[in-house]
């Protein structure tokens, strides 16, 4: 199976430490790659290659990866990280792309 | 800057046809493997279809196989969705997303298209 199990929602205050995972039978062999999609707005990648975050991304997010489960940390949550965050992994020969259900994330 | 661009969306009934289409800018299209996403309302992400970086090689979700066919051309730097035999739960917005030159991941998105079939 190539699915993706996400936590539905996480719920943090400013400053503290939100953790998002992914778990995948796919995984780890293939990489997991997360996005960022705020209300009305297309997805934005935020982390790829488990760890590697893209430029201009802030350095409070950082991924992580330990056997099947992936795992996107944002430290020092504020208020603008406040979306829906989903991984996304494909098949060995990326014929097959398949996302996560997505996790809301919650800045109280 | 790359831009990608959609058009096309609108009211369609239950089991017409629509094409989708979208325009790259701003980088060398025929460089990137090309691909349609879609996310229905108040749901996730679901990709569609992918065609390579030449058009010769397609792929699609089961959900849609069959039904949609997704097509290039890299003189203009466009990618078509052409969906036919159309059902309520195809209702999406439909994104463009430019798939990385040689990873697994979608770097560039357009801002989508909403397609709603609906009688």
Known sequence: ?108 | QVQLVESGGGVVQPGRSLRLSCVGSGFNFNNHPMHWVRQAPGKGLEWVALISYDGTIKYYADSVKGRFTISRDNSKNTVDLLMNSLRGDDTAVYYCARREAYMFYFDYWGQGTLVTVSS
């Open chain 1, 1 to 108: 199976s190539n699915e993706l199990t996400q936590t539905p929602s996480v719920s943090v205050s400013p400053g503290q430490t939100a953790t998002i995972t992914c778990s995948g039978d796919g995984l780890p062999k293939q990489y997991v790659y997360w996005y960022q999609q705020k209300p009305g707005q297309a997805p934005v990648l935020v982390m790829y290659k488990d760890t590697e975050r893209p430029s201009g991304i802030p350095e409070r997010f950082s991924g992580s990866s330990s056997g099947p489960i992936v795992t996107l940390t944002i430290s020092g949550v504020q208020a603008e990280d406040e979306a829906d965050y989903y991984c996304q992994s494909a098949d060995s020969s990326g014929k097959q792309y398949v996302f996560g259900a997505g996790t809301k994330v919650t800045v109280l």
